[in-house]
T-cell receptor
Framework: KNEVEQSPQNLTAQEGEFITINCSYS?????LHWLQQHPGGGIVSLFM???GKKKHGRLIATINIQEKHSSLHITASHPRDSAVYIC??????????????FGKGTHLIIQP | NAGVTQTPKFQVLKTGQSMTLQCAQD?????MYWYRQDPGMGLRLIYYSASEGTTDKGEVPNGYNVSRLNKREFSLRLESAAPSQTSVYFCASTRTGGRSNTGELFFGEGSRLTVL
C-alpha cells in the first residue's frame, strides 16, 4: 500500500530555533508537496518538489529520491510559523484517484 | 486574483437535510478536487474532476454528488446529510491532472459543516 508518514506528529519549540519536519513515502513518486495550514484557516502550498532543494525565505525543502524522504526546514522560527504542515505525495502508481496521498500532518507550535 | 473560492464557510444542518458546497477557481485550471479533513486523518479525496464534464470517485464518495458545471466551477452536494459528514471540506485545483502532473495545488479556505 502506498503510504506517507510524517514525523513528528507534534512539535513545540522556542522562537528562533531551527525546525525540521520529515516526510517518508513508500514507493516512487513524480512530485511531493509541502502544504501549510494555520489554525482554522485554509491550506497554502509552500513547495512542490521532484528533486533537489528549494528555498523560500526562511523555509527550505529538500528531497532525497533514493531514500524516499523529504524534509521541511524552518530557520529562525517565529510564532507566526505555528501551523500544521502537510506532506502530499503523487505516487507513480497507486495512490488516490487524483494520484495524491496526504500525510496526517505535523502540528508545529512556536512559543515566544 | 481570487484563486479558489468556496462557499459557504460555515453551515449547520440537521440530519436528512440537503445542501450544496460551491467552489470556483479563476486560474483556468483543468483539474478540481473535493476533499474532507477530519481530526487525526489526512485529507481524503471525495471526488475529482479532470476536466469540464468529467468526474471520478475518490476514496470516500458515498453520500455525495458532484457537478462540474463549467471549467471554473465544481460543486459538492449532500443529498441527505448524516452526522458522519460533519467535517471540514476543501476544494482544490491544479493546472493539469493525472499521475504525471507536477502542478502546484491551490486550495480554498475550507467549509466547516456540522450535521446534527
Amino acid at each position: 500500500k502506498n503510504e506517507v508518514e510524517q514525523s513528528p506528529q507534534n512539535l513545540t519549540a522556542q522562537e528562533g530555533e531551527f525546525i525540521t519536519i520529515n516526510c517518508s513515502y513508500s514507493v516512487g513518486i513524480s512530485a511531493l508537496h509541502w502544504l501549510q495550514q494555520h489554525p482554522g484557516g485554509g491550506i497554502v502550498s509552500l513547495f512542490m518538489l521532484s528533486s533537489g532543494k528549494k528555498k523560500h525565505g526562511r523555509l527550505i525543502a529538500t528531497i532525497n529520491i533514493q531514500e524516499k524522504h523529504s524534509s521541511l526546514h524552518i530557520t529562525a522560527s517565529h510564532p507566526r510559523d505555528s501551523a500544521v504542515y502537510i506532506c502530499a505525495v503523487r505516487f507513480l502508481t497507486g495512490g488516490g484517484a487524483d494520484g495524491l496521498t496526504f500525510g496526517k500532518g505535523t502540528h508545529l507550535i512556536i512559543q515566544p | 486574483n481570487a484563486g479558489v473560492t468556496q462557499t459557504p464557510k460555515f453551515q449547520v444542518l440537521k440530519t436528512g437535510q440537503s445542501m450544496t458546497l460551491q467552489c470556483a477557481q479563476d486560474m483556468n485550471h483543468n483539474s478540481m478536487y473535493w476533499y474532507r479533513q477530519d481530526p487525526g486523518m489526512g485529507l481524503r479525496l471525495i471526488y475529482y474532476s479532470a476536466s469540464e464534464g468529467t468526474t471520478d470517485k475518490g476514496e470516500v464518495p458515498n453520500g455525495y454528488n458532484v457537478s462540474r458545471l463549467n471549467k471554473r466551477e465544481f460543486s459538492l452536494r449532500l443529498e441527505s446529510a448524516a452526522p458522519s459528514q460533519t467535517s471540514v471540506y476543501f476544494c482544490a485545483s491544479t493546472r493539469t491532472g493525472g499521475r504525471s502532473n507536477t502542478g502546484e495545488l491551490f486550495f480554498g479556505e475550507g467549509s466547516r459543516l456540522t450535521v446534527l
